[in-house]
C-alpha cells in the first residue's frame, strides 16, 4: 500500500524518481526495478522470492537423515573431524561445516567451548610512575587468622610502593595504598586492578565493566586525571599472582620466626623490615631514565581520596548520614543550609566532613559527634 500512495504520486509527477525512493527507503535503482515488477505482476511482483524458494543448494532431506543415521548407528561419541575423516574414506562429498552443523543441528554432538584468543607477553611500562598495579591477596597469614594483603606495585620497576594487613580488602584499603603513593612519589598515570566491586561497578556478571557508572574508587581517580584499567583474566594479573606467591612463602615464614601474631605489628615489620629487603631483592631499573611521577602540588589529598555521600539539609540544619545526625554549626557565610545540598565525606579513620562547595563545613568523629575547633594561642 506504501508502495502503490509513492508509485502514484511518482506518476503524477509530484515526486521525482530520488524522492520516491527516499520514502521508501530504498535507492532509486531499487525504485526503478519494483517499477517494473509492479507493472508486470501487480503487488505479488514485489514479494521477495528469496524468501519462498528453497536454495538449489541445499541438501536433501534424504542425505540429512542418512548421515544422521549413520552417525547414530555406528560412530556415536566420535568427534566431528574422526567421524568426518571416515565420511570422505566413504565417498562423501560434504564439507566438514556441513556435517558438523548437521549434527550439532540433531543434539548428536555438543558445541565445543571457544577457544581463548592468542596471548602475548606484555611488556613493562618503559617509566615508574607510568602504571601502577594494586591487588590483594586473602591468606592464613599467621596461625589461624587470615588477613587480606594489600599491595601497590609499580609496572615498570616492580617496585612495591606499600604493603600491608586489613581484615578485609575494600574501598578504605585501597584508598590508603594510593594516598601513601601520591604523597610520597606523587601522581601517576594509570592503575591496574582486578573487577573488585571496590573497583568497578559491573553490570553483567561476568561482562565488561562500565565506564559511567563510577564507584566511590573511581570517581576519585577520574578525579585525579589517574586513568583506570580492568584486569579480565587471572592471566593478566600474572605479575600480581606471582608476586603473592612469594609473599605467601615468605611472609609467612618470617612472621612466624619472630613470633608475630597481631596485625598493628606484622604491619610495622612490613613497613620497617620486610618490605625494604624485598624491594632491594626484586626491584628492576626501568626501561628507560626517567620517571612519569608529576608531584603533588594541591593540599589535603585526604577529601579527594574517600568516600563523597550528597545529601539535603533538614529544616533544622542538619544532615543525616547512615543513622548518624550531623548538626551543621551556625557561620558567617550563611544565615542556613535548609534544602541545600551538601556533600558528607568519610575518611580511611571513619571520621565524617560536610562540604558545601569546595568549603568544609565542619568535621565530626566517627559516631557523629562535632569536632571543635581548637583556638590559637594569642602572641
Request: positive net charge; proline residues 3%; aromatic residues 12%.
Amino acid at each position: 500500500m506504501r508502495f502503490e500512495e509513492v508509485y502514484g504520486g511518482w506518476q503524477k509527477k509530484r515526486l521525482s524518481q530520488e524522492e520516491a525512493a527516499n520514502i521508501l527507503g530504498v535507492c532509486s535503482r531499487t525504485f526503478r526495478r519494483q517499477i517494473c515488477r509492479y507493472e508486470e505482476n501487480g503487488l505479488s511482483g514485489l514479494n521477495d522470492k528469496r524468501l519462498t524458494q528453497a536454495s538449489h543448494r541445499r541438501a536433501p532431506v534424504d542425505e540429512v537423515m542418512a548421515i544422521v543415521e549413520r552417525y547414530s548407528a555406528k560412530y556415536r561419541g566420535w568427534n566431528v573431524k574422526h567421524f568426518y575423516s571416515w565420511y570422505r574414506r566413504d565417498g562423501g562429498t560434504r564439507s566438514y561445516t556441513w556435517v558438523k552443523n548437521t549434527l550439532q543441528s540433531q543434539r548428536l554432538v555438543v558445541k565445543g567451548k571457544k577457544k581463548g584468543s592468542h596471548r602475548q607477553r606484555r611488556e613493562r611500562s618503559p617509566l615508574s610512575g607510568m602504571m601502577l598495579h594494586q591487588d590483594g591477596s586473602s591468606h592464613e597469614w599467621v596461625l589461624g587468622k587470615k588477613w587480606d594483603l594489600i599491595v601497590t606495585m609499580d609496572d615498570a620497576t616492580n617496585e612495591q610502593y606499600n604493603m600491608f594487613f586489613v581484615q578485609e580488602e575494600g574501598t578504605a584499603s585501597s584508598f590508603q595504598g594510593v594516598q601513601d603513593v601520591i604523597l610520597k612519589k606523587g601522581l601517576f598515570s594509570s592503575i591496574y586492578t582486578d573487577r573488585g566491586s571496590h573497583y568497578w561497578f559491573t553490570p553483567e556478571e561476568g561482562g565488561k565493566v562500565s565506564k559511567t557508572q563510577l564507584t566511590q574508587f573511581g570517581r576519585a581517580m577520574q578525579q585525579l586525571g589517574i586513568e583506570m584499567i580492568p584486569a579480565y583474566s587471572p592471566e593478566a594479573r600474572g605479575r600480581s599472582e606471582r608476586m603473592f606467591r612469594t609473599h605467601q612463602d615468605r611472609l609467612t615464614k618470617e612472621l612466624a620466626f619472630y613470633n608475630i601474631t597481631g596485625m598493628e605489628e606484622a604491619n610495622r615489620y612490613i613497613k620497617k623490615v620486610y618490605l625494604p629487603a624485598y624491594n632491594r631483592e626484586f626491584k628492576q631499573k626501568s626501561l628507560e631514565k626517567g620517571s612519569a611521577f608529576v608531584p603533588w602540588g594541591g593540599a589535603h589529598i585526604e577529601d579527594t581520596l574517600c568516600e563523597h555521600y550528597e545529601r539535603t539539609v533538614s529544616s533544622d540544619n542538619c544532615v543525616s548520614f547512615e543513622g548518624k545526625t550531623l548538626q551543621i554549626p551556625p557561620d558567617k557565610y550563611r544565615c542556613h543550609y535548609v534544602r541545600v545540598k551538601v556533600r558528607v565525606h568519610r575518611y580511611l579513620d571513619g571520621s565524617l566532613a560536610i562540604f558545601h562547595g569546595p568549603r568544609k563545613l565542619a568535621d565530626y568523629d566517627e559516631t557523629g559527634k562535632l569536632k571543635t575547633k581548637k583556638k590559637a594561642k594569642a602572641a
